[in-house]
C-alpha cells in the first residue's frame, strides 16, 4: 500500500524549515565573532552635529590647486600634500578607518619636513581603508576624505 504525505502535513514541515532557518539566520547574526560588526561612529548623534564644521573644512579643500593623493609603495602608504605650502606649518591628523571591523583603526599626527607624510606597513591590513585627513595650514582649516584599497 502506497503512504500519503497528508498536505497538512507539508506545509508544517514547510513552516517549520523556515523557521529554523531565519532563527539560525538571526544567530549567527547576534553571536557569531566572525559577523561581529561595528559602527564606524560611537557617538554618531554627536559626529551630526559637528558636521556642519566638516562641511566648511571640506569647501576650504576643494579651494586648493593641488589636493593631497594617497599612493602605496613599498614601505606603506605616502600620504603627498600639496607643494604650495610649507611642510613645517602643517599640522593636523590622519585617520585610517576600517569598516569591516573597527579594531584596526588608528591615527596618525602630521609632522612634516617635506610635503609627504609615509603610514608604515604594520599599521596596515590588505582591503579598503576609508581616510580622514583633517589638517591646517596657517589657520586654516582642511578635511580630505577618501577610500583606499591597500
Known amino acids: 500500500m502506497k503512504a500519503k504525505i497528508v498536505w497538512p502535513l507539508g506545509i508544517v514541515i514547510a513552516l517549520g524549515s523556515f523557521m529554523i532557518f531565519i532563527l539560525s539566520y538571526v544567530y ?14 560611537e557617538e554618531y548623534y554627536k559626529d551630526e552635529l559637528k558636521y556642519q564644521g566638516e562641511i566648511n573644512k571640506l569647501e576650504n579643500a576643494n579651494t586648493l590647486e593641488n589636493d593631497i593623493t594617497l599612493t602605496r609603495s613599498s614601505n606603506g602608504v605616502l600620504v603627498h600634500f600639496p607643494t604650495t605650502m610649507e611642510g613645517k606649518e602643517i599640522k593636523g591628523t590622519v585617520y585610517f578607518m576600517r569598516l569591516s571591523d573597527g579594531n584596526f583603526d588608528f591615527q596618525e599626527t602630521i609632522s612634516l619636513e617635506k610635503h609627504t607624510l ?33
Not at 549567527?28 to 561612529?41: G, R
Not at 576609508?130 to 591646517?136: A, E
Open 118 to 150: 609615509l603610514i608604515q606597513n604594520d599599521k596596515l591590513i590588505a582591503g579598503r581603508w576609508n581616510v580622514k585627513i583633517d589638517w591646517s595650514y596657517q589657520d586654516t582649516p582642511y578635511l580630505f576624505k577618501d577610500k583606499f584599497n591597500y
Open 28 to 41: 549567527k547574526a547576534t553571536f557569531v565573532a566572525k559577523y561581529d560588526h561595528h559602527l564606524v561612529s
